[in-house]
């Protein structure tokens, strides 16, 4: 049982207030919708969560199980049980995506895995992912379609088994098919044990597949309305005009 | 506008056999001017005593002769006339040279190695290498430079009519080394040529591997990478001369630097004579500065003197480590020392990925990774 508790959050970047106090706690077992305008500021929070260091910390703490992860450095977060799927994955020109993934998972678990397990994991996490064996090859994200970072990003997700899971718009630039995949990737980390979920995303599609427990309505850099998953059909239907009125 | 005749650039312009030919450098020279003379233990200005000990070994597979000569055999200043001091000094104090040669249309099983082992800074010592790789004969050489020198050299490689070199320099000195070397190679109509110089130990080195063509359709590609760390200076002086038509070359040289007064100097010139149409070059110097205090100077040039090149450019960047590889990895939980490490060995590791023997990349490889390690 794990507990990402986020209090009165305040973070600015480059002076520039973003987030001016947000309050979400994540419990395993939950799934969280984040759904918001752009320039809300929900990347904002899932990088000020995971440590980026553009962003300071003005206010608030983030306690995951009572740990003030704003103490610990990013690596240390992760190893916690932190992990942040990102927007836009980045391309790491040189690192092999086996060589990374090695390295991250013996970072993780705090040993080295067994090769030839870990060379079976990664073999059937792509497979369920439908991620062609020479991406293991080839350098991190370098060249990748946007559709093929997400997927990779998942792929993370599953070999580390996080407690909780931050997946900022991973469901962004993917076709049907991809949608499908990498929700399946997200439901079968759900089930896997004592896992929470902070998603966030524009739209509803993906909440068809990944079915959230609570909704929460992002703007001008703090959570505005709060529901359960027929929040989500409200937004879908009304856009968000009102609660970006309210915040100008 | 019409081209000129002759390169502006009057950096390549002399060449002798002569030491009195050359003036004792005084910094101030364009040849010069990065490296910190006062450091090079008196291999420039005549007064460093050949007193050192460097043993020369040279194991060579069947087929390859490998001969120790006075200084008045024939093969030796053939290809290559001392283009500097110190050049000049090191040919000029040489008591035998090593002449490796490879047959005719030879394609001997397994590498050639040189390996240059410094019994201590105190002495000087002067060599001169030729090695001549017979028209259509394939080879690899490996040079490795271990222990402490204070040592000039010239190496000669002459690359026959349709004959293929790959030579491998691996300049893994101790910190008080002083090293200055030329490396010059020469092929001949339609010859290959590849180098791959790895530095990483001693004080002070300065190399200059440099190409001329004496024939059509030559392939000069010029790899290095090196490792720079607090008070080092390593200097790399590439020169490729185009003077035949439809020859290549490439150069790609990649370095890391860390810590204070850690000093790397890139000099790549390429000079495309009138004659040498449908040339066909690229030169690349990439640094990568870890830490504050270290200092990078990156100077390519590029003079073209024909109208008709099938290709030519340069490129120089200088840059830190990227916060956004960093942050990527160590979201991962990879500390950050691990991280910092993985993303300068996959900088470095793309150009040794190059090398196509697997024993010798993965030799140069654990070379980068002890250097990482440090
Ligand atoms: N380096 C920066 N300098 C100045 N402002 C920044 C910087 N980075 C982000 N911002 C601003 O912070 C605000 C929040 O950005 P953020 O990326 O968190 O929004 P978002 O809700 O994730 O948007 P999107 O839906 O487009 O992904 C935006 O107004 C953005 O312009
Ligand atoms: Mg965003």
New interface residues.
Partial sequence: MSTLEIRDLQVAVEDKEILRGVNLTVRSGETHAIMGPNGSGKSTLAYAI?????YTITGGQVLLDGVDLLEL???E???AGLF?A?QY??E????SVS??LR??VT??RGEAPKLREFAKDLKNGMDALSIDAAFAQR??NEGFSGGEKKRHEIL?LEL?KPKIAVLDETDSGLDVDALRVVSEGINRFRASGDTGVLLITHYTRILRYVKPDFVHVFAGGRIVEEGGPELADKLESEGYEQYTKATA | MGLNEKPLSTLHEKASYDLADFDVPTGREEAWRFTPLSRLKGLHSGKAEATGQLVVQAFTPSGVSAEWVGREDPRIGRAYVPADRVSAQAYNAFEKALVITVPKEATPDGHITVELRGGGADGASYGHIVVVVEPLAEAVVVIEHQGSAVYADNIEFVVGDGASLKVVSLQDWEDDAVHVSHHHAQLAKDATFRSFVVTLGGDLVRLSPSVSYTGPGGDADLAGVYFVDAGQHLEHRLLVDHSQPHCKSNVDYRGALQGEDAHAVWIGDVIIRVEAEGTDTYELNRNLILTDGARADSVPNLEILTGEVAGAGHASTSGRL????I??????????D??RR??I??????LIERIEIEEIRERVMSAVEAELAR
Avoid: T
């Fill in positions: 995971a440590g980026h260091p553009k450095s990013v690596d977060r992760a190893r942040l990102m994955p980045v790491v020109p040189g690192v060589n990374f390295s991250a970072a993780v350098n991190l993370q580390l | 990227d916060d956004e590889h942050f990527y990895l160590q979201a991962r939980g990879i500390p950050f691990e991280a993985l993303v060995r996959g900088f470095l590791g793309q």
